[in-house]
Structure formats: structure tokens, C-alpha cells
């Protein structure tokens, strides 16, 4: 467990204050059971302070240090080196920023532009149903929130929607169309119409091509491609 | 770089929120319901007021139904009180308590996905140091979301916050708070991506910048939680109060610290030592595994200390288990999934079948800048300064006096949150306009990033890190004593000067990550300065501040520390009385609510 690997990180680098593009390679000594955020640190600690990359919690809550590794978008804070050996098979890994927003710098990206479809599927109650007569809570069966529970794990990385194959100019993406079916199945929200309205415009959930590769990437393990189907059938 | 730094545009704004975590964005919706034409502009430093550290939270949210047939919120204002070792506010602890479970109410209305009891209604689980019926036996009273309430919290008060039309800037810190004759008129803000300066005027700016742990080497907090929001305070000449209140969370998985629930706990995980003895029967032969963490923390190092610990190859860390193996799959499954896939993902173990390694991880700040119940801040016991409030981690009003109860700083968020909004909706009805920006705007910061941009010195960022993290976590960490607290002192001074003389990786403003960690770096020295400082001063045991030195609880520090220090080193002591007022009112049991001797 607590092997020294030699791996060797070929970045993507970019520098806002040139507008110039490279490839960077960084050699690094690294235990196994260091995350790839660690091992991010240690470049900027040992070798170079002006690689920037992003993160906030480091534990795979918070979704703000999504990358792409080896083709795979995925978050740097779960990425073992031991576990990135043995799952890409190499001890060389390529890592470029998502891209479903522009790169502010190396693989820093906008993730707050990101955010604004996510913004316009309205994540909120839109109109909520009427207190009921206690006045207290909502009652609702765990049976009723097992049904939609999983999807409400979503932290809004945007690595489902950076591995998407349909555009994601063309296309709220996965994720923001995921929370509009929550919401679609939540019995507290009484805005039905406005949500399929959404829902089945034309940037809407016929846009999925059904390749499922946000279930198959994403970092929480959501079958956001399940959700996505009911979307579908309208089976909300 | 040559070029001079200035302010590049100002925006005007009714009410500023820095920090738009669970305490900020409950106060922004508060406010956006009562009062819908009020402009608010709420900042964070992440990209989205989602990924604020409020989301990491797992266990629960205290709260009593005044109509539970068991449970009563005096018995909370009981365990608060007790849990804090005599040195919470008791004005605090009954607002709170009694707002909880409208709280709960509002979340639940406005869209929270709490899990349910089989009657659909939101659940409840026991935690640490709540109990029935002033300490009789354990009492469920956190109410959750599996184990990510925080986010189901957080998700809920940014969506609220974003349906009222409450603006949002992320990526930037507020680098200094704006004065005209005494009254908060905003702050200087410095966006990251474009590496620009802004002057945000305000008629009424809230302070919810969350908590300072990155000084310690295992943290389970954020890489931004970096103390911001206490040292621009300090820099404004307002006092920290109990600095010294650090908490520590028993169970961090061991390495980095993640968060390993109380909630764990709560559902019937036992901690054990080397020889697997369920070792917290020794320590509080009635609450065990569910004493608050100040005693749970203590009992594990003590542990360690004695040789019944273990030693981790991968991460050359001392640690002891906790047993999850006895509890039901749905438990792993469903109630803990997310800490429990956290031991899969980070430390190789299946907590189904094996034992998990923890020890503890400095997790909370029970102090902060000191407000009184409705929120404002104060400059000192019997003077506020107006149009600025604070409320949540960052803020001492104080619920928890020397150390929190799990699940309470959940409920403090959202209840202090809300009461500070509507303290702030009835300061606007007479507040003006700010007048322009003072001629002096920006200069602090202009001066921090000056010094480092042009530094020649040959230091290094990461080592002067890596010493304050572990200077903090052997001298000034869960056991302290007066001559590691000198020494604390001394090197946080050289360390404070060394961080003057770090060369700039680059020169450039956009996107500097190097200049965004100087900067919170030296924020960290900061406020640990205050944290060293408050810790040598009270010269007594009590919650999470442990002096073997002076192992007891003493009548003589019955009071909250407060600690200015305008300039880095020049520091000055003030007190403010605890708040007895439950007890002072001489209703039920309120000889509960004296000086009470603590065990569990």
C-alpha cells in the first residue's frame, strides 16, 4: 500500500496573460495512496508554483476538481496513484481540463458558466404544493423518495456532461437535465408543465443519444442515464 | 511589476453577503422573502455557492418538535449548555433551540430531500452528547439526509437564494471590510479569473466566511477554509472571540482527515483500540461511543499515547478503528453510503468486513467574530457596529461556548442564518446609501499582494505551510500546555516573516493561484496567532481547549476571551461575560443551567 510510484503527468497548460497553449510534463515520485490533488500540490510545492488547478473539499463532495485523465473525465480528489495504475494500465497520464467551459488557466475552467444551465432548469421548488393541514412537513413515503433519491447525490462536476457525445452547445446536459426530473418526481412540486416545457425543449432530453456514458463516468455513481429514460417515457 | 494596483470598478448593493455557505445564503433568503426588493450581491470563493464546505456536512441537523412526545427543547438548551462546558450563550442556546424545528419546516417546504420515517415524516438519529431528560439516555434527535445533510442544506438555501434573484460572484475573496465614521460600508473584493479589484458598497454587509481549520495538518476542512473572514476582522481592529475554542472531530479517516461522521457513531459504530476493546466504555461509562468530541478526541489520543494505537504504512499515521461490521447492510448501504464508499475510495478498507482506521481531524472553530443574538457584530461586550453582521462558523454569538455538540452547527447556521436576516431587513428600513468609497480603499491588500509580487526573497510557500500545519497540530492542538504555547508564539512570528519573502511564481494577476495561497496563508499565520495566543491565556481545561497544565475547569475563566490584534503581534486581551439568563430566570431545572460539574 504504501509502494513509491514514478508516474509521469502530461498537462495541459495554458497561460491567460499570453493566450499560449502547451503540453507540460511533470516526473513525479508518488505513494500510492496519494490522491491525484496531492500529487498536483507536489508539482506546485517541488517543481512549479504556477500550475494551477482546482479543488475545494478533496473528498468527492463538492465536484469542483473535475479533469480529464486519460480521455476520462473524472475527479482529481478520488484518483489514487495506485488505483490510477492499475486502472489505465501505464504509469503516464494525460490530464486536460473539462470541456464544457472555457479555461481560465491550465485546468482552471469556468465552472460558474457552467452552472447557468443548471440555473435555467430552475433547481427549486418552483411552486410548491400547499402545506399540508398540520402544518408542519410534507409527508412523503421513503418508497416515493427511494425512487428519485439517488439522483438528488448530483454535486454538479459536469463529468457527465464533458463524457456526453451529444454537443453540449445543443444540449442542458445530463446533469442540469437530471435535476429537472427530480424535481419532476418530487410530489412537492406542482409545476409539472413548466418543467416538461423544459424538459422537452429543443436543448432538452431528446438530445440524448443514450450512449450512457454519464452513468458509466460519473464520480457518484448516479445511473444518471436511468433518470434520463424516465425523462423520456415521461415516467415521472 | 511596476504597475500599481487600483480598485477597477465598484458595484452598490443593498445588503453584501462574503460567504455564501449554508449561515450566508439562509440569511440572503430570509431577507429576499421579508423584504423582495432588496438588492443582495452574495460572494464565495468556489464557483458555485454549492461546492461551499457547508456541503460536506454528513450527519444532521439538531432540532426538537415541540410536539414530541418524548424529546423537549429544553433538554437540548440542557445538552448545549452542558456539551459546552458551562461557556455558551444561554440567551443563544434558547433562541436556537427554539427556532429549530421551524427550520426544519422550512427546508423540508422549500425543497430539502430529508430521509423519512415509515409514516413519510423527516427522520431522526441519536448523536453525541444529546440525550433525554437532562443526560438519562441517548435521544434521536438529528434530523438528516442519509449521511450528506449538508448538502441536502446547502442545495436548498442556494436554490431559494437563486429563485429570490439573489446575485452571485464566485471565485473571489473579500480582501478588507469598507468604513465611514464607524458604520460597515462594504468591502474590497478580488476576483480570481480576471485578477481585478472591486469596491462592493453596501448598506448592510454580512460576514459568513466558515471556518479557519487548514492550519492544522489533518483537517477535515476545505482547502479555502483559510481563516479570511477572521483576519480581515482583526485587520479592521474587531476582536476574535475564543480562539482558542478549536474542535476536534474524534473520527477523520486517517491521512488527510475526511470526515467520518458522528453519524457512524450514532448508528451503532464502535471505536476500539489495537487490542479491538471498545475502549469508550472507560472513558463515559454512560454516553460511550456518544460522549461530545472534545472527551471522545481526548480518549483516542490517550489511546494512541499509551501504545493501544496502530500505525498506517500507506500514511505513516497513528490511528485506531472504528467497527462498523455489526450494522445492517442497509445502514451501509443507504444511511451511511457516502463515508462509507469514503474508506472504499481513500483508504482500501470495506467497512462491511473490515475495520476502519480514524483518529481525530480539527474540524470546527466554536469561536469567531463575536456577535450578539441578533447577529451584529460587536466591537466590544456592549458596543455593535452597524450595517455589519456575522453569522455561522465564522461568528461567536455563541451557541457552543468551548465546544459543539455534533449536528448543532448545522442548526446554528440555518437558525442564526435566519434571525441575523431579519435583523438585517429591520436595520435597512433606516439605513443610508453609502457615500463613495474611502480614499484609502484597497490599501491593505494593495500592500499583501505588493509585498509578494515584488518579493526577492528565496522562502517557500509550501515549507512555511507545512510548518505552521504541523507547528499547530503538536503545540497548539488537542493537548497544550504553556511552554509548547510560548514556543507556538515565537515561531509563528518568524514564520509570519518568512511569508514576506516567498519569490512569485509569476507576476501576473489573472488566475495566480501562488498569490491567492500567499494571501491565505498568511491569513492562517493570522489567525493562528490569535488561536496560540487565547490558548496561553486561559489557564484552565474546558470543551475542546485542553491544558495539561491545568487540567480543570476553573470558576475563575467563566467567561468568553476576546483577543484583538489590529497588526500581526500586537495583541490585546478583553472578556465578555457568559449570558445565564435561562439560568438567571429561575424556571424549570434551571439549576441545571449553573456552573454544573460534565460527565457522561
Known amino acids: ?236 | 511589476m511596476g504597475e500599481k494596483l487600483t480598485i477597477d470598478s465598484t458595484l452598490t448593493c443593498d445588503v453584501l453577503v462574503i460567504g455564501a455557505g449554508g449561515a450566508g445564503l439562509r440569511a440572503a433568503a430570509r431577507i429576499a422573502e421579508k423584504r423582495p426588493e432588496t438588492k443582495i450581491i452574495a460572494l464565495t470563493k468556489v464557483v458555485s455557492p454549492q461546492k461551499s464546505h457547508t456541503t460536506t456536512s454528513q450527519g444532521g441537523m439538531a432540532a426538537v418538535d415541540p410536539r414530541d412526545p418524548e424529546d423537549r427543547p429544553l433538554f437540548h438548551m440542557f445538552d448545549t449548555w452542558k456539551g459546552s462546558d458551562c461557556s455558551a450563550d444561554q440567551n443563544v442556546i434558547k433562541k436556537v433551540c427554539d427556532l429549530g424545528w421551524e427550520e426544519i419546516v422550512w427546508l423540508e417546504r422549500h425543497g430539502m430531500h430529508f430521509s423519512r420515517t415509515e409514516q413519510g415524516r423527516v427522520a431522526k438519529r441519536p448523536f453525541g452528547g444529546h440525550m433525554l431528560n437532562f443526560g438519562e439516555k441517548k435521544a434521536s434527535r438529528a434530523c438528516f439526509e442519509a449521511d450528506r445533510t449538508g448538502k441536502g442544506i446547502m442545495d436548498t438555501v442556494w436554490n431559494e437564494s437563486l429563485k429570490y434573484g439573489v446575485s452571485f460572484i464566485g471565485q473571489c475573496i473579500a480582501t478588507e471590510l469598507l468604513f465611514n465614521n464607524g458604520v460597515c460600508i462594504g468591502a474590497v473584493i478580488f476576483r480570481y479569473p480576471e485578477g481585478k479589484f472591486i469596491a462592493m458598497l453596501a448598506k448592510a454587509t454580512i460576514m459568513a466566511t466558515g471556518g479557519n481549520a487548514r492550519m492544522y495538518l489533518v483537517t477535515s476542512n476545505c482547502r479555502g477554509n483559510t481563516g479570511d473572514g477572521l483576519a480581515i476582522a482583526l485587520h479592521a481592529g474587531l476582536p476574535l472571540m475564543d480562539p482558542e475554542a478549536v474542535q476536534f472531530h474524534p473520527t477523520g479517516i486517517v491521512g488527510p482527515g475526511i470526515l467520518a461522521s458522528e453519524a457512524l457513531r450514532g448508528e451503532g459504530a464502535i471505536l476500539r483500540n489495537k487490542d479491538e476493546e471498545p475502549f469508550m466504555e472507560r472513558y463515559a461509562p454512560t454516553a460511550k461511543d456518544l460522549a461530545p468530541r472534545d472527551l471522545v478526541s481526548r480518549a483516542i489520543m490517550q489511546e494512541i499515547r499509551e501504545g493501544r494505537g496502530l500505525y498506517h504504512e500507506g500514511h505513516r499515521a497513528q490511528h485506531v478503528w472504528l467497527d462498523l461490521r455489526h450494522l445492517p447492510k442497509e445502514v451501509h448501504e443507504k444511511k451511511l453510503q457516502e463515508v462509507c464508499s469514503f474508506f472504499k475510495r481513500f483508504v482500501g478498507v470495506d467497512p462491511q468486513k473490515d475495520l476502519c482506521p480514524v483518529a481525530p481531524t480539527a474540524h470546527y472553530q466554536m469561536g469567531g467574530i463575536p456577535t450578539n443574538e441578533f447577529g451584529e457584530v460587536q466591537r466590544d461586550p456592549n458596543l455593535i457596529v452597524p450595517g455589519l453582521f456575522a453569522c455561522g462558523e465564522v461568528a461567536a454569538a455563541s451557541l457552543h461556548g468551548l465546544n459543539r455538540l455534533g449536528t448543532n452547527s448545522m442548526l446554528e447556521l440555518i437558525t442564526m442564518g435566519s434571525v441575523t436576516g431579519d435583523q438585517v431587513v429591520a436595520y435597512l428600513r433606516d439605513s443610508e446609501e453609502p457615500q463613495g468609497l474611502p480614499p484609502d480603499a484597497g490599501h491593505i491588500v494593495f500592500d499583501q499582494f505588493s509585498t509578494y509580487i515584488n518579493s526577492q526573497g528565496t522562502e517557500s510557500y509550501a515549507q512555511i505551510r507545512d510548518s505552521l500545519r504541523t507547528l499547530m497540530q503538536e503545540k497548539v492542538g488537542i493537548f497544550r500546555a504553556e511552554k509548547p504555547l510560548i514556543e507556538a508564539i515565537e515561531k509563528l512570528k518568524e514564520l509570519k516573516e518568512k511569508a514576506t519573502r516567498i519569490p512569485p511564481g509569476t507576476a501576473s494577476l489573472h488566475a495566480n493561484q501562488d498569490l491567492w495561497q500567499v494571501w491565505e496563508l498568511n491569513n492562517l499565520i493570522t489567525v493562528s496567532m490569535t488561536i496560540a495566543q487565547g490558548a496561553l491565556a486561559r489557564q484552565e481545561s474546558r470543551g475542546g481547549h485542553y491544558r495539561e497544565d491545568y487540567p480543570a475547569r476553573s470558576d475563575e475563566f467563566n467567561y468568553h476571551t476576546l483577543v484583538y490584534m489590529p497588526r500581526f503581534g500586537e495583541i490585546a486581551f478583553d472578556k465578555r461575560p457568559i449570558d445565564m439568563s435561562i439560568f438567571k430566570a429561575q424556571g424549570e431545572r434551571y439549576e441545571l443551567f449553573d456552573y454544573i460539574e460534565r460527565k457522561y
Open chain 1, 1 to 236: 500500500m504504501s509502494d513509491l510510484y514514478v508516474i509521469t503527468l502530461e498537462i495541459s497548460r495554458y497561460d491567460p496573460d499570453t493566450n499560449l497553449s502547451w503540453i507540460q510534463s511533470y516526473q513525479v515520485e508518488a505513494r500510492g495512496i496519494l490522491r491525484f490533488v496531492d500529487v498536483l500540490r507536489k508539482i506546485n510545492d517541488e517543481q512549479d508554483p504556477t500550475l494551477a488547478w482546482a479543488s475545494s473539499c478533496e473528498h468527492a463532495q463538492c465536484g469542483s476538481c473535475g479533469i480529464i485523465v486519460n480521455g476520462k473525465p473524472m475527479l482529481a480528489c478520488e484518483l489514487l496513484v495506485q488505483n490510477a495504475v492499475a486502472e489505465f494500465n501505464t504509469h503516464t497520464f494525460s490530464l486536460r481540463p473539462l470541456n464544457i467551459a472555457p479555461v481560465i488557466r491550465d485546468l482552471v475552467v469556468d465552472l460558474e458558466k457552467a452552472y447557468d444551465k443548471v440555473h435555467q432548469i430552475k433547481p427549486y421548488l418552483i411552486k410548491p404544493a400547499p402545506p399540508p393541514e398540520q402544518g408542519d412537513e410534507y409527508r412523503i413515503s421513503p418508497e416515493t423518495v427511494d425512487k428519485y433519491v439517488e439522483a438528488t447525490r448530483c454535486i454538479n462536476c459536469f463529468c457527465c456532461a464533458t463524457a456526453c457525445i451529444s454537443s453540449h452547445r445543443h444540449f442542458l446536459g445530463p446533469n442540469a437535465t437530471m435535476a429537472n426530473i427530480v424535481r419532476l418526481m418530487d410530489p412537492r412540486e406542482t409545476a409539472k408543465e413548466e418543467r416538461m416545457e423544459t424538459l422537452y425543449r429543443e436543448d432538452g432530453v431528446y438530445r440524448c443519444h443514450t450512449s450512457r456514458a454519464c452513468s458509466f463516468v460519473c464520480p457518484k455513481e448516479i445511473d444518471i442515464s436511468h433518470f434520463l429514460a424516465l425523462g423520456k417515457e415521461g415516467r415521472f
